[in-house]
């Protein structure tokens, strides 16, 4: 079936430094989903990306689709306190449901 | 604007018990999705259900696991008979339209499982 893998699992980094996910499936998607976890927290949709090659921002956060629309990437510039958190990505091929990869977590040292 | 509703917020449940736990989805929405989180874990998906159907439980365990969505009231994840194993955080998602659809899915605060 499906699957959606996100590297790396657990990243720490220095207030002010950058901070990128990684998301990989297994089959070519019709879209991709960013959520945020935060500690204690619930998953809150940040984003949908549909197109190939397709890039958004919010902020300080920058989303892109890969060409093949088999990979993702979320990428936080000059990361702060508030950004602490586990970050999903969650990809649909097709008419397949909903799949979340495993999230990698953020700490970061202020 | 209420968002997606789950209570109790913890649960705390001996071996052996049953456990019940109840999800409402956001006002509009007829689609709701249970996944379960252990500790430091990713959203492992359980169910998706519309009202009064089952539409996918690939993700169900075959025993002691089931899940309603009557057509009055709200979705209910049951677990019978709880092991120490079912300790996880369980939340509910709801959208609009089906899992098919793009729209992106509204999650309640989850419910916290503990088995003693």
């Known amino acids: 079936g499906q699957q959606v893998m996100q590297i790396p699992q657990y990243q720490h980094v220095q207030e002010g430094e950058d901070f990128t996910t990684y998301c990989n499936s297994s089959?070519?998607?019709?879209?991709i989903q960013w959520y945020k976890q935060r500690p204690g927290g619930h998953p809150v949709f940040l984003i949908q990306?549909?197109?190939?090659?397709e890039v958004k921002k919010q902020k300080r956060l920058t989303f892109q689709f890969g060409e093949a629309k088999k990979n993702s990437s979320l990428h936080i510039t000059a990361t702060q306190t508030t950004d602490v958190g586990t970050y999903f990505c969650?990809?649909?091929?097709?008419?397949?449901?909903?799949?979340f990869g495993q999230g990698t977590r953020l700490t970061i040292n202020p | 604007n209420a968002g997606v509703m789950q209570n109790p917020r913890h649960l705390v449940r001996r071996r052996g018990q049953e456990a019940r736990l109840r999800c409402s989805p956001m006002k509009g929405h007829s689609h709701v999705y249970w996944y379960r989180q252990l500790p430091e874990e990713g959203l492992k998906f359980m169910v998706y259900?519309?009202?009064?159907?089952?539409?996918?439980e690939s993700g169900m365990p075959k025993e002691r696991f089931s899940a309603e969505f009557p057509k009055e009231g709200p979705s209910i994840l049951r677990i019978q008979q709880v092991v120490r194993g079912d300790s996880a955080a369980y939340f509910c998602?709801?959208?609009?339209?089906?899992?098919?659809?793009?729209?992106?899915?509204?999650f309640g605060d989850g419910t916290r499982l503990s088995i003693l």
């Open positions: 998602a709801s959208s609009p339209s089906g899992q098919h659809s793009n729209q992106p899915q509204h």
């Open positions: 990306l549909v197109k190939s090659g």
């Open positions: 089959t070519t998607l019709s879209n």
């Open positions: 259900l519309q009202k009064e159907n089952i539409i996918d």
């Open positions: 969650a990809g649909r091929a097709g008419a397949q449901k909903l799949v």
